[in-house]
């Protein structure tokens, strides 16, 4: 079974449904208001575990009522939460997520996610050392996952580093990304001096550039492009989260990367038939009848 342990953001999503986006100084009428346990750390978890995994969750959140239910939520989803640390009189993170006009905009409270720090990776390190791949984002401290990445090196263990949202990377923490899985903005951001193939030729076998609906595009021996699978979207909330997920567990298990980015897109493609990011996260089944049409 594959063993992968996510270093992330763990928060609430607070999500309102409107037909349109309000303009500035503007005030519209919205649908509805749903919450959902959300933090791209936590939505990776709960998509590799679906998967088949064993998944160790490391990260912070606060004593309050977000709190108690994030924890809650991922120990229902058969993720270890040992190294979920807790924080008295701080808030936990929140994202408030707007679904309008076919897509989603985002505003992130980082909270105690701004709390995760060198002593925690380290009280992780023999986890980090047993895994088989370990995934981070950027929703901590862009200092700590320079830490992880040295970490990861140290241990000889894969690092997936899905670098949303955007922003530089020191040049000695690219070297130590096995695989880095950023959008076609993000990319952008990263490497504003390259086309996106420029970029991605620079990083064959370790670059994967998400697209959306078009599929990821990664180099092997050419570059290529896997495409998305159609469906209909109700939220894409999540999607890329669900996509980096399964991406990790099919390379965790021993799985080539044009494979296991099939796989990924298959999950990504039922996540987003549902509302919240992790509401429609797939399990093993339903991602193998996927892969069958």
């Known amino acids: 079974m594959a063993k992968v342990t996510v270093v992330g953001s ?52 606060g004593d ?39 897509d ?35 929703e901590i401290p862009l200092p700590i996952i320079d830490y992880l990445a040295k970490v990861c090196e140290e241990e000889g263990t894969s690092f997936l580093l899905n670098p949303a949202p955007a922003a ?12 880095l899985t950023p959008n076609e903005n993000e990319n952008k951001l990263i490497f504003p001096n390259k086309t996106s193939d420029e970029a991605i030729a620079d990083f064959p076998g370790n670059l994967l550039v998400t697209l959306g609906g078009k599929g990821v595009r990664f180099q092997t021996d050419t570059i290529q492009t896997v495409p998305a699978f159609k469906v209909a979207v109700t939220d894409t909330t999540g999607a890329g989260d669900t996509f980096n997920g399964a991406f990790a567990v099919a390379i965790a298990e021993g799985k080539d990367i044009e494979t296991a980015v099939l796989f990924g897109n298959a999950a990504a493609a039922l996540s987003v038939q549902k509302l919240g990011a992790q509401s429609g996260m797939p399990d093993r089944e339903a991602v193998k009848e996927m892969l069958t049409q």
């Open 168 to 179: 530089d990377i020191q040049t000695e923490t690219l070297k130590r990304i096995t695989y």
């Open 64 to 102: 309050d009522s977000y709190g108690e239910m994030i924890i809650k939520n991922l120990e229902k989803e058969n993720v270890n939460t040992s190294l979920v640390k807790r924080f008295t009189k701080k808030t936990s993170g929140t994202a408030h997520i707007t679904v309008a006009e076919g």
């Open 104 to 138: 989603n905009s985002i505003i992130v409270v980082k909270g105690t996610n701004d709390l995760v720090d060198e002593s925690l990776i380290e009280e992780a390190r023999a986890e980090i050392a047993s895994s088989d791949i370990v995934m981070a984002q950027y």
């Open 10 to 61: 763990l928060s609430i999503d607070l999500v309102v449904r409107a037909a349109k986006r309000p303009v500035a100084g503007e005030t519209i009428i919205g649908e509805d208001l749903s919450l959902f346990p959300g933090g791209k750390g936590a939505n990776q978890a709960v998509a590799a575990a679906r998967l088949g995994a064993t998944v160790t969750m490391v990260g912070c959140v």
